[in-house]
């Protein structure tokens, strides 16, 4: 992130790959999303959701929990952040096991969204989060498929 000109290829090759695809909204789940999302929207012109951990949206909200390797985690969206049918790119920096974007995709969905691909910085390859993202145009810039 400190390295100005690799922070902005990865902003543009994301803006690349998606370019030409119907964008409404960029949705990023906390915290390292906030980084890459924003700026992901801003050069597709679509507008920018937050998907936070409870009690840190100010708004009314909607949640979904969901499982991870030790337990379980919660997400929540403001219920009024995205309209039935609006075209949403998720954006994360890390592919892993993929149950946070899952998850995330989940709340898009419930909320009448549309999943138009899933973009990241780094896959693990190796740890399969691809495989709960089926159906997605899943793309990353970087892919590491041993440990």
């Known amino acids: 992130l400190g390295d100005r000109d690799a922070l902005r290829y990865m902003v543009d090759a994301m803006f690349v790959h998606y370019f030409g695809t119907r964008i409404d909204k960029v949705v990023s789940a906390e915290a390292r999303g906030f980084i890459f999302g924003p700026a ?13 951990k409870p009690g840190k949206l100010p708004y009314k909200t909607r949640q979904v929990t969901y499982a991870l390797e030790y337990g379980t985690d919660t997400l929540t969206i403001h219920e009024d952040a ?4 609006d075209h949403v790119l998720l954006v994360d920096d890390l592919l ?10 989940h709340l898009v969905e419930q909320m009448g969204g549309k999943i138009a691909g899933a973009g990241f910085i780094i896959e693990l390859g190796f740890l399969k989060g691809r495989e709960k993202l089926k159906g997605y145009d899943v793309f990353s810039l970087i892919r590491y498929d041993k440990e």
Do not use: I
């Open 82 to 85: 995205l309209k039935r049918g």
């Open 96 to 105: 892993a096991t993929g149950g946070t974007m899952a998850a995330t995709a």
């Open 40 to 52: 992901v929207a801003y050069h597709l012109g679509a507008g920018f959701v937050a998907v936070r």
